[in-house]
């Protein structure tokens, strides 16, 4: 079983510390996020990584190499522009020869067991599985409903309930063939092309640890629940 890690983004909301570090090796308590994640693909079984790297490549390279001492194989795709979250699978169909494969952002902190997406896909056999999980939006205003001028409805401070990416996903290769070559390509444009094809999509509800270490408070939150939940992480 193969997996690919998304770890090529600038990390723009986490400037400066990523100006001179690649988001995926900021750390989270004892290990950068990165290697949380490799760890965690070795132990749900995967033995095959392929990481699809740009900013500050040579960095997660020079800090990884093959993947030997972490008892995986990786090799690297090199994006040499910017190709949104799934244009660079297609620059890389080459190296994904499964009939499908685990794709992930590399700055995810869950505790997920990637075994459950995986085996769900398979009995489900979609083109895309998406792991989801269970947000709450909190508004603080009276939200007002209308219809032209005329009110309908009003709720005080309401809380609204959303199944949200986790960045996790499991591709069947045939998605690929959706996505156009050498173009930047994300993935709402591909989820909306695979439903307009009639193709089945898929979402693996998760209700589990998942936090998105995407900004600043984010970060700072995944060292508290890191030492919290350490055992279930590593």
């Known amino acids: 079983m193969k997996a690919v890690i998304l770890a090529g983004g600038k990390g723009r909301r986490l400037e400066p510390y990523t100006a001179v570090l690649p988001k995926p090796l900021m750390p989270v308590g004892d290990y950068p996020i990165l290697e949380l994640i490799l760890r965690q693909l070795k132990k749900s079984g995967i033995e095959e990584v392929v990481l699809a790297v740009g900013h500050l490549a040579g960095l997660i390279q020079t800090y990884f190499s093959d993947g030997r001492e972490l008892g995986l194989k990786l090799t690297y795709h ?33 505790d997920l067991d990637f075994r459950d997406v ?95 270490i995407g900004r600043e408070e984010d970060f700072r939150r995944a060292q508290e629940e890191f030492e919290k939940r350490r055992d279930s992480l590593l």
Do not use: C
């Open 78 to 110: 090199m994006e040499d522009e910017p190709l949104g979250t799934v244009g660079p699978l297609r620059a890389m169909e080459d190296m994904l020869d499964t009939p499908y494969f685990l794709v992930m952002n590399g700055d995810v902190l869950t």
């Open 118 to 212: 995986i085996e769900f896909h398979r009995k489900e056999n979609p083109v895309l599985t998406i792991a989801v999980n269970k947000r709450d939006v909190f508004i603080d205003f009276g939200v007002v409903e209308l219809s032209e001028d005329r009110i309908t409805g009003y709720s005080e401070k309401p809380s609204l309930h959303y199944w949200v990416s986790m960045g996790v996903y499991v591709f069947s290769r045939d998605a690929l063939k959706y996505i156009p070559k050498g173009q930047k390509y994300d993935l709402p444009q591909l989820v909306w092309r695979l439903l307009d094809e009639n193709e089945k999509v898929m979402a693996y509800r998760y209700e589990g640890f998942w936090l998105d």
